[in-house]
């Protein structure tokens, strides 16, 4: 049985970890796979129980961070490079920015036969000045000569990584899409969304408008709160918003709250009603999707944003900014409205549209379950892996 080491940057909550989870569980009996992963950010939701629930018993590096540190860095590819000599596996297969980088160099200089990167999107837009910018890249044009495939999610990212990048050749590049067990998100939604907005004390006529993911910069919750802002002017509608997530620009949104007037509260201290609430992390996000109306993203840069998904496959209606992959993940003015982030006023314009038009709502919720579920159905992405892994060691 060939055996596969997965590199994963940390155990955080998100689409990296259900895929590392997934491919990890799923490919066995044909594959072996031992799961090794990073520490996750203090401000980041654990989620090794996504792993522990699938009975995977993974290997912590604690050295082995998000950020940039000569020495960690140094201690965590020698404990990789450990690991490989004593696991001696076919396949290294890394999954995104630090565990690519350490991942390939080790597996590299290991000699090990097929080494493999998946790209769970990139930092070369909009995370660092444009000298950082062309540095990573150059790196990634390396560690991508070392590499037997490199995988993207998307054609978008494709396209960024073959063409506007120029990172690899179209050749080295296979697009196998994430996937996910959204079974969940089906299952007794009428009760959970009883239940959620019992809980935060939504009335029934409050439409309530969600983002997910973490509270940093590049999610650009402000331009989030200035839509709810706009449409709470705007709209003869009653809208709640709900930021469910957590991260080190927590109090700096908290703020944008009181600059902009909205009412704001941090349901994790206290129960009442606000225009905005801020949940923290939440693990039952299939209950969070239950008793929203509305999906939102507005961030200056994604890869394949799992919450975009995930909301489709619970049937609630999208806005979002039309950044990186996210064009792959939805069906504009079918289940998505998608907004200019350079187009100023055009994400509160179009939020309002979706508060207003009900039936537009309606139809977007109908269409969603029907793209998502077998586009990004986890059956898929093992059969799709196990035929890459297949085809690179019979070369």
Request: with cysteine.
């Amino acid at each position: 049985m060939p055996k596969v080491l997965r590199i994963i940057n940390r155990f955080n909550l998100g689409g990296p970890t259900y895929n590392a989870a997934y491919l990890t569980r799923y490919m066995y009996p044909e594959f072996h796979t031992l799961l090794v992963g990073g520490m996750k950010e203090e401000t980041e939701e654990n989620s090794e129980f996504i792993i522990r629930n699938l009975g995977i018993v993974p290997i912590t590096i604690p050295d082995m961070r998000r950020s940039i540190n000569p020495i960690k860095d140094y201690v965590a590819l020698r404990k990789l490079s450990e690991i490989i000599e004593d696991y001696k596996p076919d396949i290294v297969h890394t999954h995104a920015s630090k565990a690519g980088a350490l991942g390939r160099r080790a597996a590299c200089r290991m000699k090990v036969p097929v080494i493999i990167h998946t790209f769970h999107g990139h930092v070369f837009d909009a995370y660092f000045s444009g000298i950082k910018s062309q540095m990573y890249q150059c790196i990634e044009r390396n560690l991508a000569k070392k590499s037997s495939k490199i995988i993207a999610l998307s054609e978008i990212q494709k396209n960024d990584l073959v063409n506007k990048y120029k990172i690899c050749p179209e050749d080295k590049v296979r697009v196998i899409p994430l996937g996910f067990d959204l079974s969940r998100f089906r299952e007794n939604m009428d009760e959970k969304r009883k239940q959620f907005r019992n809980d935060y004390l939504l009335d029934d006529d409050e439409i309530a408008i969600g983002i997910v993911g973490r509270i940093v910069p590049i999610k650009n919750h402000n331009l989030f709160l200035e839509g709810i802002k706009y449409v709470a002017e705007r709209s003869g509608k009653k809208i709640r918003a709900f930021i469910i997530g957590d991260g080190e620009d927590k109090y700096k949104v908290m703020e944008k709250c009181r600059t902009l007037g909205l009412s704001s509260v941090d349901s994790t201290v206290e129960k009442r009603k606000a225009v905005v609430t801020f949940t923290s992390w939440m693990k039952d996000v299939d209950c969070v999707n239950a008793g929203m109306d509305i999906i939102s993203l507005t961030s200056f840069n994604e890869g394949t944003p799992v919450s975009l998904i995930e909301a489709q496959a619970a049937g609630k209606p999208v806005i979002t900014t039309s950044v990186g992959g996210i064009g792959n993940i939805v069906i504009p003015e079918k289940t998505a409205l998608l907004s200019d982030i350079n187009l100023k006023g055009d994400f509160p314009e179009k939020l309002l549209t979706l508060v207003q038009d009900e039936d537009m709502r309606n139809n977007f919720s109908s269409a969603g379950w029907d793209f998502v579920h077998e586009k990004f159905s986890y059956n898929r992405l093992v059969e799709n892996m196990k035929n890459l892994y297949n085809e690179l060691l019979s070369q």
